[in-house]
């Protein structure tokens, strides 16, 4: 299996453009979360999947993003708009159940001008 | 809320050295616990999970301990080398009905040859 994976590797856009990060997790894994990272806070859960359920948002900072997972092998985390304090890594990860093994992508690198 | 703090933040040691990372957390309620390695620019890799009931696990020359009760966890790397050097974090996924996995901010290991 190719891992988990994420594009686009780096995003450069503009305050107030609408951004949409991808990730195809791992074959047969039925859990799935987006993760972000700075300096400052860490690794900062975002939201997760189950089954393609979403069952926690509570990280997400704002309604300016949003997440969806059609099926099991494809999710989105969209920011509109976007603004300079959401530049950071964001990560996908999957895991075959909650509380397994987590298996991370190479991240976004995403930068809000 | 469950905090996991990791110390010390940064680490350097002379190849060969076998050296000790700390992992504690606030909350002994736990469900598991992950030990994980970035190299810059990547994606986090996970080294080794530890299960509530278990004690510890080893891959080669990696060892990694749990008392709960304390709400500790070590990290033993045993002679080091160069391609040790990356950050290390350990995350707990809390017990209970509702998953959450919380990131320490990882402790910056260099092993210099």
């Known amino acids: 299996d190719a891992g988990v994976i994420q594009s686009p590797r780096h995003e450069v856009t503009e305050m107030g453009q609408e951004v949409t990060l991808r990730c195809k997790p791992i074959s047969g894994h039925n859990s799935l979360f987006w993760y972000r990272q700075t300096m400052m806070r860490g690794l900062e859960l975002l939201i997760y999947?189950?089954?393609?359920?979403?069952?926690?948002d509570s990280g997400m900072p704002e309604d300016r993003f949003s997440a969806k997972m059609p099926n099991a092998s494809f999710s989105t985390l969209k920011i509109q708009p976007s603004e300079p304090r959401d530049s950071a890594v964001y990560f996908c990860?999957?895991?075959?159940?909650?509380?397994?093994?987590?298996?991370f992508g190479s991240g976004t690198q995403l930068s809000v001008l | 809320k469950q905090e996991v703090t990791q110390i010390p933040a940064a680490l350097s040691v002379p190849e060969g050295e076998n050296l000790v990372l700390n992992c504690s957390f606030t909350?002994?309620?736990?469900?598991?616990l992950q030990w994980f390695r970035q190299d810059p620019g990547k994606g986090l890799t996970s080294l080794l999970l530890?299960?509530?009931?278990?004690r510890e696990q080893t891959s080669g020359r990696l060892n990694a301990s749990l008392d709960k009760s304390s709400g500790r966890s070590t990290l033993y790397i045993a002679a080091s080398q160069p391609g040790d050097s990356a950050t290390y974090l350990c995350a707990v996924v809390s017990g209970g009905s509702n998953y959450k996995l919380t990131f320490g901010k990882g402790t910056l290991l260099t092993v210099n040859p």
């Open positions: 999947f189950n089954n393609n359920v979403p069952i926690d």
């Open positions: 909350d002994s309620a736990i469900y598991n």
């Open positions: 990860a999957s895991s075959f159940r909650l509380g397994e093994k987590l298996f």
């Open positions: 530890i299960q509530s009931s278990q």
